[in-house]
């Protein structure tokens, strides 16, 4: 750390030295820094992820890569006077970055505490790894969650969600245009029918989660944030994926972004299943190449792809043909097709593309991590299925990959070809871990 004459010897940085509430923002990236398996820089002073000061500037050691730490540094409104980066294995960069003026940091930090307090209620529904599916004795719930699009394949796994997983809300409140006025049965929040959507109705709700088209959702989503309830929306599109002021989440990698945010993007079906394996294994062992083959589902195309896959067999069941298909390019029954969304200029179709460009945002990648995707739709009802070849920075074997996996949040190995267990669509659908 820089400093001039006899300046005191840097410190780190406690509740009792910072004051109370501007630790608790330090403690924040303190705690990040400590989630990845990164190495800290040579020389770079500390002894582990933290936050140093002393009367000049302020000192974050972290193990996030660059633009992480970058963006942590944004959302606190801080401006960093230097960044040093240094890569260790996997791509992973530990950075120090320095801040003028101690003062100014802490009043800085104070200023958007008030904000980031609100915000940990949300950062608490939204669902914290530390806390167990069903256990909610200890978290605040929130007065409603609305869903938009509820009607349809998507919206109505949100709702089952909701109920199955014990959400910490008091109620729920269902929106759709076609389908208003419909009833649905829940087992928590009795029967609720579902309404019209506007803006108005919608931001009664702390957390709206948006089930609908890029269209919808890119003339809807910013309207619906704010207001009475300030109103964070969770948008299941492809519309924010890839823009750099909207964190797209996987809770398990990357749940941290989500701190303060009003607009949250998520990522594509593919991605996310892909994402859950793969975040372990590069965090311990480094990708360096990424092979995989897709295996999709039906309801990848919603509730119209499914019955028209329902309908193809029962009529083929019946008199021996297939209709004519109007959700897939070609018939889905009896058949597997290699196209899912529109081919791009590299011969890559668009669903192919969304897990090289999701995966580098996730994993804030550099692009020197090779990913390339072949995705087929295949005659299953749901639960997408994937073959994933890989190569990484450090030496790495099967059983140490099962080892790893079995303790990672979200994932259930299921890997014993004896007994004839193996990940499949039909056992692993309805679960929420990837298996």
């Known amino acids: 750390m820089a400093g001039n004459g006899d300046q005191a010897k840097a410190q780190r940085v406690t509740p009792a030295s910072l004051g109370e509430r ?10 990040a820094a400590k989630s990845y398996n990164g190495s800290i820089s040579e020389g770079s002073g500390a002894s582990s992820p933290g936050v140093d000061h002393d009367d000049e500037s302020v000192t974050l050691y972290t193990t996030v890569s660059s633009l992480s730490a970058a963006n942590a540094a944004s959302q606190l409104n801080l401006s960093p006077r230097a960044s ?26 104070d200023k958007v505490h008030e904000s980031q307090r609100r915000a940990s209620l949300v950062d608490q529904a939204l669902g ?24 349809g394949a998507v919206g109505k796994e949100m709702i089952a969600c909701l109920d199955k997983r014990n959400f910490p809300v008091k109620k729920i409140r269902l929106f759709a245009r076609r389908s208003a ?7 928590r929040f009795g029967k609720l029918t579902i309404e019209t959507f506007s803006v108005e109705a919608a931001q009664t709700c702390e957390i709206v989660l948006l089930a609908v088209s890029g269209s919808f959702s890119t003339e809807h989503a ?60 590069h965090m311990k062992y480094g990708l360096r190449k990424v092979i995989m ?19 193809g067999v029962k009529q083929y069941a019946t008199d021996g043909t297939v209709p004519a298909p109007a959700v897939f390019q070609h018939q889905l029954p009896f058949n597997v097709i290699p196209h899912i969304d529109a081919f791009q200029a590299n011969g ?33 009802l749901r639960a997408h299925s994937e073959a994933i070849v890989l190569e990484t920075v450090k030496p790495i ?13 979200g994932v259930r190995v299921v890997d014993d070809p004896e007994e004839n267990s193996y990940p499949m669509p039909l056992t692993a659908s309805g679960r929420d871990a990837v298996d």
């Open 84 to 109: 040093t980066t240094d890569v260790s294995p996997g791509g992973i960069a530990a950075t120090r970055i320095v801040f003028l003026d101690s003062a100014s940091v802490c009043d800085e930090l």
């Open 293 to 311: 083959s897709t295996y999709q589902a039906s309801s990848g195309a919603g509730a119209e792809g499914m019955e028209e896959l329902i309908a």
């Open 128 to 151: 914290s790894a530390e806390v167990p599916i069903g256990d909610t004795a200890n978290i605040t719930k929130l007065e409603c969650v609305g869903i938009v699009g509820a009607s």
């Open 222 to 281: 910013y309207s619906i944030t704010g207001g009475p309830k300030n109103t964070v929306v969770i948008d299941n599109s492809s519309a924010f994926r890839y823009h750099n002021n909207v964190p797209l989440v996987v809770p398990e990698i990357n749940g941290r972004h989500t701190r303060g945010e009003m607009l949250i993007a998520n990522p594509n079906c593919t991605t996310a299943i892909a994402a859950m394996a793969l975040w372990p294994i």
């Open 397 to 409: 074997a099967a059983a140490d990959v099962r080892a790893l996996l079995a303790t990672a949040p």
């Open 348 to 380: 890559y179709t668009k669903e192919e593309m969304k897990v090289s460009w999701e995966m580098r945002k996730i994993f804030e990648m550099r692009d020197n991590v090779k990913i390339s995707c072949t995705a087929v739709r295949t005659p299953t």
């Open 22 to 31: 501007a630790a608790v923002e330090f403690d924040y990236l303190d705690s």
């Open 181 to 187: 006025g419909q009833v649905v049965q829940t087992e």
